[in-house]
Each structure stands twice: as structure tokens, then as C-alpha cells.
């Protein structure tokens, strides 16, 4: 249905977006995860036509669209991450604003207001202004206003940034509930690796620009098959325990969390004996052990080396 | 572009502090500008400011007193005790002696300037904008105006005084000379039962000699002109207001939310001009509407001089959609938009600073009053100032094409500094 082809961008000097191929079938709903500065908003601000590409193209059902926008225009809702909304005017004088603006009917623009704001569940403060909503509020109002043309795809760029969990679990069903109910394509992005895990059937991961890998969350996840998480719960840390857990020749990678350190390692050996060891020439008492299944989380990391939130 | 207005509208009507600025913020400030600085004026002009009038006397008083006086000693009608008492009456009040040394008296020479010069050097002067006027004594002026009041002869001889262009300064000499004039005619009037002599030429010069009864024009104060002037600059900040709007627009991304609809990039432009329009048309009549309530400065005006004054304001109006159309495709070119308000508020203050809306224009610099008339605020005022004391509609038609020219530049210039897709910084 949409796709890009090797679509890069460039400020000057600096390459923000390269390469980047994606694609994105009907009714599918597919995440783009990535850190802050991954090149993600970009992405997506050429798919909407905001920027155009420095090279590359985006195809609509396999015509290009970088020329003419217009018909990708028609079919595409975008949440910006920002509340692209007026502040001095009411929910529902911006749906009516952007509703005509989106070129709803006029027989029908009545009509598609009460029904997104049904949908994001603020018909009773319609007549307020946004600057009086809340966060949570104010996420729906700008996903309410994206939707008026009933658009067959939907791309959401980060729209849980900031906000409590109730109105970020309304925000998922919303979501969830188009792309099954109404076959709406998707396009979500977010480094909340959870919502993505909830939401999507593919996902691809960007760093620095570049689509590191992609893939159905099994077929991610399977890059880290032959690895393990051994979440190691301690009463205190020392550099020098760390240090020989490292030194272990089959860990890959350990990280401090709150209470303790997570290791990955090859799943060749069994290091419990090593780490039972260890503790005891340091001191420690190793107060729980917990194996844990990879998660997307788990496979960025890999990749970069980094985490999502850095 | 229907629905890109009202929106603009609708944002401008939800700010309150805009709107009380825009409005009542100028009249509160013509209504204290117009207290303090008519104080100002007449009580610090004749400390501070020098008024300069030209005295060009081609009359020749001892040829025409010779002469009168042997016309009326010949005379047989007149008894020969009223001759005496006459020519005794005219040598000890001969008009121009009595002119010349009332304004050269001490009361007027601590703020006006008369220097006595040819005909030549006083025009030379007074282009020059070393003079503000000149007063001409024509060639047989005593003579006929002599032979008119006591003999009854002949046909009332006029001063002429002659200014480059019509001020507040012009006018108070004008109004200085006009008073003494009929002081004297009462004078002359109760010894010899004659008639008033006319003192009602005001010729304003070059480029064809306007001339034009002072009977006809009305006085301009500056009541009336900080009506005007505030009028025209506050729709200045009108413009940048609307334009400025666009930053919010950027920062909040709700350009970017248009920018990916269909609806024609220009829409967005056009929207700002014609709200521009509206409330900058809307404000100045406003300014003028209150300031007349407040301060009475339109008192006793026709029906016609309203409509001209409207015109006047559509017209500015429009040359002020404009440049705010202009500031709004700057705006979303600027890669820091929060430096917009400082950029437009030196380019206000360059505007009214040159287009005489902060101080009367007549204190500036003749060459800077030239360059003031080619800003749309300075036009605007000038065109106003003149309507208001001639109300002459011959007066509009240029400034108005002027004007409508400045608009149509504007909107070009803003169509082509419209960032086109991607260029939006």
C-alpha cells in the first residue's frame, strides 16, 4: 500500500535519514522504534509530504507521490508528536477548522466531529478550550483531529509522549480498535517498547538515521536466539563484582538496574555457578536469580548497544 | 480562505489582551498625547521653538501717504477740519508701519522670527524649509487700501502669504496675522465707517500654486492630528500582530498540520491578509470613532468628510494586509521565529518614525518629511491631515492609487517569499 524506497534526507551537511526502505501493507500495523534523534520524525514527515526527500521516494500503491502529494494527502491521517492544535479555541472548533481544511463534506463534517470525539471520549467538553485539557486530553483531541477524513492510513508519531497511563492505555485500544475494527493501516512510533510489542505485527528498528533491522516481533526477537537475560537481584554492587562477571568469557553484555545487574550471555553455558562464586569472594549475597525471555528492549540493545530511553 | 479568516478572526477575538491593546490602548493614548503635548505646544513654543516668517514689502508707504494726502487736500467734499484730523489720523496709524512693527514687537519676536527680504529670497527661503511662511505687501497696497476706506474708492487690496505646505506652524502665524488684521480693520472701521479689508489669500506654492480660501478650511490641532497618528500606527501593529501569529503557528505545528492537507499552500497566506484587512480597518475606525466621542475632534463634520476619512482607512488597510502578508512569508522563512517581534516591532519604529506618528512631522527634517510621505503611514496621515482641513476629494485619488500600488507590491513580494513545500524552517 505505501512504501519507501532508499528515502534519505539531509540538512546541510548532516544526514538525518538514509536509505530507508519500508513498507506497509493494508490493514497492517507496523512500529518504527527508535531513540530520540533515530531519524523517525523525519521518516515520517517525508511519507506525509511535509519534507521532501533529498533522494529516495515514497509510493502510494506503487506510483511515486514525492511530485504530487496529493492523493497520499487524501488517504493519510498524521498525529504529530506535538499537540498541533489551536490553544485559544475549543475541541470542537479545531475539528471544525481542520475538518474543512481536510475538505470533510460539509453534509457530513457535523456528523464526523461527534463521532471522532465519541471516539476519543470528550464529546462533553467539545465547547472547551484546549488550553484547559489536560495532557491526556490534548493527545486525543490531536488523534481526534487526524482522523476526521477517515483516513486509510494512520501514522502516530510518538502520541503517548508525556501522558498518565489511563489516557495512554485509551490511546492503545483507540488505536488497536481501528486497525482491527476498521482495517486502518498504522504507522506507529514510539521508544516505548511495550506499546510497540501491544500494538504492531512488524516492526522496524532505527538508529542514526538507518533501519538497523526489521521483521515480525518472533523474527526480531529470534536474533537473539542463542542468547539468555539472567536478572541477578544482589543486597549491594561493588566495580570489582562487575567487572569479573564481565570477565566471564561467555557474557555478552551486563548492565546495573535498580536492585542489581542484568547479563546476557551465550546460551552455550550455565554461568550460575560462576556468578554463586563470585559473590562470595566479594562479599555479596545474591538475594534472587531470574531468567528472562528477550524482549524487543533486549534486541535493541543488541543492535546498538544502547537503550531506547538514552 | 473562507475558513483560514474566520479562524485568524476567531484567534484574534479569544486573545483579549490583544484586542484591549489594540483598541483601547491607542485612544487612551490619543486622549493623554493630546492633553500633554497641546499643553506642551503652547506653553513651550515660544521658549523653545522659533517660528520664521519672510516680510516681503513691494509697497512703497511714503509714495502712497504723499499721495493720498494730496488727493484729500484737493478733495472739495471733504471739509477742511475733517482733512486735518484724517491726515493726522492716517500718519499716526499708517497700515504697513503699524504691520511691520507688530510683528517685529517684542511679544512675538521671543518665538517668531520676521526678517524683512525680497520676493525672490523669501521663495528661496521658504524651499529651502528655512521659512515656514512669507507675508507679501503687494506694490500699492497703503495706497488702495487707504483710497478704499476713507474714500471709498477703488477695490479692497489682499495680503498674500504664502506657506510650502500646510502645518500647524503655518497656521499659527496665519492665525497671529488674521488677528491683527481685524484688530486693525475694527480700528479703521470705527474712525471712518468703512468696510473690512479681506484678509483671506493663502497660497500654498510650487508644482502649481494651490490657492485656497481660508473661509473654506478648517484649523487642525493636534487633537486631531494624534487621532490620525495613532490611527495609522496602531494599524502598523495590527499588521504585525496578525503576521506574528504565524510563530505560534510554527512553534505549536499547527502550520505543519495545514501544510499537509490539500487545501492550496496560499490559502494560508491569503487568510492573514484579508484578517489583517479587516481588523486593521476595524481599529482605525475605531481610533477615530472614539477619539471624536472622547475628545469631540470631528466636531460639526460632513457626512461626505466621514466617508472620505473611511475611504482613507480601507484604503490604508489594505496596504497594511499587505505588509503583514510580507511579515507572515518572512516569518515562516526564519529559522528563529521568536526573533520576529523584535525584527517588525524596529521595523514599526523606523515607520511611524519617519511617517511622523510619534512627534508632529513638521519637527523633522524636511528631507526625512519627504522620505515619511513614501511609507504608507506617512501617506496616510499626510492624506488625512489634508482631507480633515480641505476636504477636497481631488486631495485622495493619488495617495489612495499610491497606496493601492504599495498594497498590490506587497502581496507580490509575499507570494514570492512563501516557502514552498519543505522550505518552512
Redesign the interface.
Same mark, same amino acid.
Given at each position: 500500500m505505501i512504501e519507501t524506497v532508499r528515502l534519505s534526507k539531509a540538512f546541510k551537511e548532516k544526514v538525518v535519514v538514509e536509505d530507508v526502505n519500508l513498507y506497509l501493507d493494508q490493514g497492517e500495523s507496523v512500529g518504527l522504534l527508535g531513540p530520540n534523534g533515530a531519524g523517525k520524525s523525519t521518516t515520517i514527515s517525508m511519507i =506525509?509530504?511535509?519534507? *521532501?526527500p533529498t533522494s529516495g521516494d515514497v509510493k502510494l500503491d506503487g506510483q511515486s507521490v514525492i511530485r504530487d502529494? =496529493?492523493k497520499i494527502? *487524501?488517504v493519510?491521517g498524521?498525529v504529530?508528536q506535538?499537540?498541533?492544535?489551536?490553544?485559544?479555541?475549543s475541541a470542537y472548533?479545531n475539528l471544525k477548522?481542520?475538518g474543512?481544511?481536510?475538505?470533510v463534506p460539509k453534509d457530513q463534517l457535523e456528523s464526523r466531529i461527534q463521532e471522532t470525539l465519541q471516539m476519543v471520549g470528550l464529546q462533553d467538553r467539545q465547547k472547551d478550550?484546549i488550553k484547559t485539557f489536560s495532557g491526556g486530553m490534548k493527545r486525543r483531541i490531536n488523534i481526534a483531529?487526524a482522523l476526521l477524513h477517515s483516513p486509510k492510513i494512520l501514522i502516530l508519531d510518538e502520541p503517548t509522549v508525556g501522558i498518565d497511563p489511563q489516557s495512554r492505555n485509551y490511546i492503545l485500544e483507540m488505536v488497536r480498535q481501528l486497525n482491527v475494527q476498521k482495517g486502518t493501516t498504522v504507522l506507529y512510533t514510539s521508544h516505548y517498547m511495550e506499546e510497540v510489542e501491544q500494538l504492531c505485527h512488524r516492526v522496524y528498528i532505527m538508529d542514526h538515521g538507518r533501519v538497523i533491522a526489521s521483521g515480525s516481533q518472533s523474527e526480531l526477537l529470534s536474533i537473539l536466539s542463542n542468547e539468555d537475560t539472567i536478572k541477578v537481584q544482589v543486597n549491594q554492587l561493588t566495580d570489582a563484582f562487575i567487572t569479573a562477571i564481565r570477565n566471564i568469557d561467555v557474557v555478552r553484555r551486563v548492565e546495573e538496574t535498580g536492585d542489581g545487574i542484568k547479563i546476557i550471555v551465550q546460551k552455550s553455558r550455565n554461568i550460575i555457578s560462576d556468578l554463586v562464586k563470585l559473590a562470595e569472594q566479594e562479599n555479596i549475597q545474591i538475594l534472587n536469580f531470574q531468567m528472562e525471555n528477550p524482549s524487543l528492549e533486549d534486541v535493541f540493545l543488541h543492535l546498538t548497544g544502547r537503550t531506547l530511553r538514552n | 480562505m473562507l475558513?483560514?479568516l474566520?479562524?485568524d478572526l476567531?484567534?484574534f477575538w479569544?486573545?483579549r489582551k490583544e484586542v484591549s491593546i489594540v483598541i483601547i490602548l491607542p485612544l487612551i493614548l490619543v486622549v493623554i498625547l493630546s492633553f500633554s503635548m497641546s499643553g506642551l505646544f503652547n506653553n513651550g513654543l515660544g521658549e523653545n521653538d522659533d517660528l520664521s516668517l519672510g516680510l516681503v514689502i513691494e509697497d512703497n508707504q511714503d509714495e502712497a501717504m504723499a499721495e493720498f494726502e494730496s488727493t484729500v487736500k484737493q478733495s472739495p467734499s471733504i471739509p477742511e477740519e475733517e482733512k486735518r484730523a484724517l491726515l493726522s489720523h492716517v500718519q499716526e496709524a499708517s497700515p504697513v508701519a503699524m504691520l511691520t512693527d507688530f510683528l517685529k514687537s517684542p511679544d512675538l519676536e521671543s518665538w517668531m522670527t520676521v526678517q524683512t527680504m525680497s520676493r525672490s529670497a523669501a521663495e528661496e527661503s521658504i524651499d529651502n524649509g528655512d521659512l515656514n511662511a512669507m507675508l507679501v505687501i503687494p506694490e500699492n497696497y497703503t495706497a488702495q487700501l487707504l483710497k478704499n476706506i476713507y474714500l471709498d474708492d477703488g477695490t479692497e487690496p489682499s495680503l498674500s502669504f504664502v506657506a510650502k505646505e500646510t502645518a500647524v506652524e503655518v497656521d499659527m502665524i496665519h492665525d497671529v496675522i488674521q488677528g491683527f488684521l481685524d484688530t486693525m480693520n475694527l480700528q479703521y472701521a470705527l474712525f471712518a465707517s468703512g468696510s473690512e479689508m479681506d484678509f483671506a489669500q493663502v497660497k500654498l506654492p510650487e508644482g502649481g500654486m494651490e490657492t485656497i480660501e481660508d473661509k473654506q478650511s478648517f484649523t487642525f490641532t493636534l487633537d486631531q492630528y494624534f487621532a490620525f497618528s495613532m490611527g495609522a500606527l496602531f494599524v502598523l501593529f495590527m499588521a504585525s500582530t496578525v503576521a506574528s501569529r504565524t510563530v505560534v503557528e510554527k512553534r505549536?505545528?499547527?502550520f505543519?498540520?495545514?501544510?499537509?492537507?490539500?487545501?492550496p499552500a496560499l490559502?494560508f497566506l491569503f487568510g492573514k491578509t484579508f484578517a489583517t484587512f479587516i481588523l486593521a480597518c476595524l481599529q482605525i475606525l475605531l481610533i477615530f470613532i472614539g477619539s471624536h466621542v472622547i475628545l469631540g475632534v470631528f466636531e460639526d463634520r460632513s457626512l461626505t468628510f466621514w466617508g472620505g476619512l473611511f475611504f482613507v482607512a480601507a484604503i490604508y488597510s489594505f496596504a497594511m494586509a499587505g505588509l503583514s502578508a510580507i511579515m507572515t512569508s518572512i516569518t515562516l522563512r526564519l529559522k528563529n521565529p521568536e526573533a520576529v517581534d523584535g525584527i517588525f516591532l524596529i521595523i514599526i519604529m523606523v515607520f511611524g518614525m519617519i511617517g511622523g506618528n510619534f512627534v508632529p512631522i513638521y519637527v523633522l527634517p524636511n528631507w526625512l518629511q519627504q522620505i515619511g510621505e513614501w511609507t504608507p503611514n506617512g501617506l496616510t496621515l499626510a492624506v488625512l491631515m489634508e482631507w480633515f482641513q480641505f476636504e477636497d476629494i481631488s486631495l485622495l485619488w493619488m495617495p489612495a492609487s499610491v497606496l493601492l500600488v504599495i498594497t498590490l507590491i506587497a502581496i507580490t513580494i509575499s507570494i514570492i517569499l512563501y516557502p514552498k513545500?519543505?522550505e518552512t524552517s
Open positions: =506525509s509530504s511535509l519534507l *521532501k502529494p =496529493s494527502r *487524501k493519510l498524521v504529530p506535538e499537540i498541533a492544535l489551536y490553544q485559544e479555541l472548533e477548522f481542520f474543512r481544511i481536510y475538505r478550550p483531529t | 475558513t483560514f474566520k479562524k476567531l484567534l479569544r486573545d505549536e505545528h499547527t505543519h498540520r495545514i501544510a499537509i492537507t490539500n487545501t490559502h513545500r519543505g
